[in-house]
């Protein structure tokens, strides 16, 4: 295990990831850096020869690589607070096992950044696209992140984007400082979907800078039985409650914690339309449950019970 003190902690979830994740390790050992950095590697119990390929890497590098080899699915949330919770580094970084960072000097050039600004809580790059063979595709890029220099805690409640894919992501290890249960939003908000709970952990804290380089790939890729967070997200027939809740979650959590109200996720409606079409077409009691579960926690129970009678009207 590294000695103290770490500079940087880089996290590394993976999950069926053995096609990839050679490719996302090797561009963190060819970080081109004095920096003292850290890998610490939650594997989420895949089935294939990806806890294979971590444990030859922390052979390899005994004093860099930490894994962490999930006996049970847990979901990439509660896989990443657990190596939250672990984390030495002054400041984290973010790289999945399918994902790789293109710029040998993507970590120290944030690292000075940070070490220079010190009222940013982080920054972020942009990033390019790339399929499952790694070919770019320059025509799209991440349609949910910042195109400004600079992503505020505003600017966060009122659009609901993100300042940059999580991939390009560094920013200072406030978890060092915080009890555990202070920020176990990160898995009670969603199984898999944390980008927006770990912003609206941070952005309190201040705004993230976000530079125009391209110091890493992301890759997107959709199959019918794939198991990246898209594939499984689309084939999810209840996606649309998870994410209509989702965002709930953080405005309960906001308020209790932060005092702030707010109201996010602007395709909520457009999520509980569809739901409601739903069990309309595939009627069930656990459907219903749910459907109930959205009112309840919409905090607005007029408008979506309203919603309901507009929804069944349209699909007459």
């Keep these: 295990m590294p000695k103290e ?18 490719k996302a390790i090797e561009s963190i ?5 004095g920096l003292r950095y850290e890998i610490l590697i939650g ?11 971590i444990l030859d890497y922390a052979r390899r590098y005994p004093h860099i690589i930490r894994p962490v080899l999930r006996k049970e699915n847990l979901g990439a949330n509660l896989n990443f607070y657990g190596l939250l919770h672990a984390a030495k580094g002054s400041y984290i970084a973010i790289l999945e096992g399918d994902d790789y960072w293109c710029d040998p000097y993507k ?42 220099k600079e992503f505020t805690f505003n600017d966060y409640l009122t659009t609901w984007e993100l300042p940059g894919q999580l991939g390009s992501l560094m920013y200072r290890n406030i978890f060092r400082q915080m009890q555990p249960e202070d920020y176990s939003i990160i898995y009670t908000a969603h199984r898999n979907a944390g980008d927006k709970t770990l912003m609206l952990l941070l952005l309190p ?9 391209i110091l890493s790939c992301y890759r997107y890729v959709t199959q019918k039985d794939g198991h990246n967070y898209f594939s499984m997200h689309y084939n999810n027939p209840n996606r649309h409650y998870d994410m ?17 109200r707010c109201h996010l996720g602007p395709r909520r409606e457009y999520r509980f339309c569809r739901f409601v079409e739903q069990c309309v077409k595939e009627p069930s009691l656990k459907r219903f ?13 007029v408008r979506y019970s309203w919603d309901v009678l507009k929804t069944l009207i349209e699909m007459e």
Aim: net charge neutral; charged share 25%.
């Design 43 to 53: 594997d989420d119990a895949s089935g294939d020869r990806t806890p294979e390929i």
């Design 205 to 213: 804290r201040g705004p993230i800078y976000c530079s125009n380089e």
């Design 107 to 148: 970590l120290q050039k944030q690292w000075q950044f940070l070490e220079k600004n010190t009222a940013y809580i982080g920054c972020c790059s942009k990033c390019l696209i790339v399929d499952q063979n790694d070919q770019p595709d320059y025509t799209r890029s991440p349609q949910f992140v910042w195109n400004k």
């Design 29 to 33: 050992l060819s970080q081109r850096t």
């Design 5 to 22: 003190p770490v500079d940087i902690s880089i996290i590394m979830l993976t999950y069926f990831h053995e096609r990839y994740i050679i």
């Design 244 to 260: 209509f809740m989702y965002p709930c979650r953080l405005e309960a959590w906001a308020k209790k914690n932060l005092g702030v």
């Design 289 to 301: 449950g749910y459907l109930l579960d959205m009112i309840v926690h919409s905090r607005q129970p």
